[in-house]
């Protein structure tokens, strides 16, 4: 019994919850992105990779152009999440939700600018490319060995790794091999969800905006909060292993 809530605590750990919730936050920017423009992916890399292939294919040409640099933009922004995280927020392992703020807030700027706060209809493609740079930096959020532990928009990736924790459920593991991304996958449609809800009674500018205010409401418990438990504990860690060596030094001596 002891070892099976052992089980779930470490499925269940802070980061694990946290990453329900920025899974959410990416369906609702992704729901903020395509429903008020001509139904741009910014979450969807593999359709825009699928358009840029076959828009020619239809005489589309444009459509191609767009896809392509929407994915020039999300690797832009996972390029520079990377580079941030590896030099200027070492410490602060989930400040990658800066940038997509940052990006966010961009992305509307650029929208009033264009079409005003009141303007009805799909947006233009310019604000765009700033979201998707924001959802890029946003799945760098969770790293472990140098490589991203858990895509938070990569949906397929999160079927195939549930597929594959029913599997080991079934050959004798425990539900929390698929449980944590069936939940991870529940939460992106939460998001997605609430998202499409807004978009009811709220204008592409005004959504947009939203999205930035949720974003830094996220930023700021993942910057100052989740990682200062994440320093914490690991100062913690330190802190033991430190008091275990003196004491082993002692014995040495004595």
Request: one cysteine or more; hydrophobic letters at 50%; aromatic letters at 12%.
């Given at each position: 019994m002891s070892s099976t809530i052992s089980r779930?605590?470490?499925?269940?750990?802070?980061?694990?919850?946290?990453?329900?919730?920025?899974?959410?936050?990416?369906?609702?920017?992704?729901?903020?992105?395509?429903?008020?423009?001509?139904?741009?992916f910014v979450t969807f890399m593999?359709?825009?990779?699928?358009?840029?292939?076959?828009?020619?294919?239809?005489?589309?040409?444009?459509?191609?152009?767009?896809?392509?640099?929407?994915?020039?933009?999300?690797?832009?922004?996972?390029?520079?999440?990377?580079?941030?995280?590896r030099h200027l927020w070492v410490a602060h392992p989930h400040g990658p939700t800066v940038l997509t703020t940052l990006s966010l807030a961009a992305a509307t700027t650029d929208c009033i600018a264009t079409h005003g706060w009141s303007a009805t209809g799909d947006l233009s493609f310019?604000?765009?490319?700033?979201?998707?740079?924001?959802?890029g930096a946003l799945n760098t959020s969770f790293v472990k060995d140098g490589e991203v532990s858990t895509p938070l928009s990569y949906v397929t990736g999160t079927l195939v790794k549930m597929g594959q924790g029913i599997e080991r459920h079934i050959s004798g593991g425990s539900a929390t091999a698929?449980?944590?991304?069936?939940?991870?996958?529940?939460?992106?449609?939460?998001?997605?969800?609430?998202?499409?809800?807004?978009?009811?009674?709220?204008?592409?500018?005004?959504?947009?905006a939203i999205a930035t205010i949720v974003c830094t409401l996220?930023?700021?418990?993942?910057?100052?909060?989740?990682?200062?438990?994440?320093?914490?504990?690991?100062?913690?860690?330190?802190?033991?292993?430190r008091l275990s060596l003196q004491r082993m030094v002692r014995k040495k001596s004595s």
């Open positions: 779930k605590r470490e499925g269940f750990d802070s980061e694990t919850r946290l990453s329900w919730v920025l899974a959410a936050l990416a369906g609702l920017i992704g729901a903020v992105a395509f429903t008020h423009s001509a139904g741009y593999t359709g825009n990779t699928e358009r840029a292939a076959l828009a020619y294919f239809r005489d589309q040409p444009w459509l191609a152009i767009t896809a392509v640099l929407l994915l020039t933009a999300f690797v832009g922004g996972v390029v520079v999440a990377s580079l941030c995280r310019e604000p765009i490319p700033f979201v998707a740079f924001g959802i698929w449980l944590g991304y069936v939940l991870l996958y529940v939460s992106f449609i939460i998001g997605a969800t609430i998202g499409g809800s807004i978009s009811l009674v709220a204008n592409g500018s005004q959504m947009l996220t930023a700021g418990y993942t910057y100052f909060h989740a990682d200062h438990r994440v320093l914490l504990n690991g100062s913690d860690r330190g802190r033991r292993s």
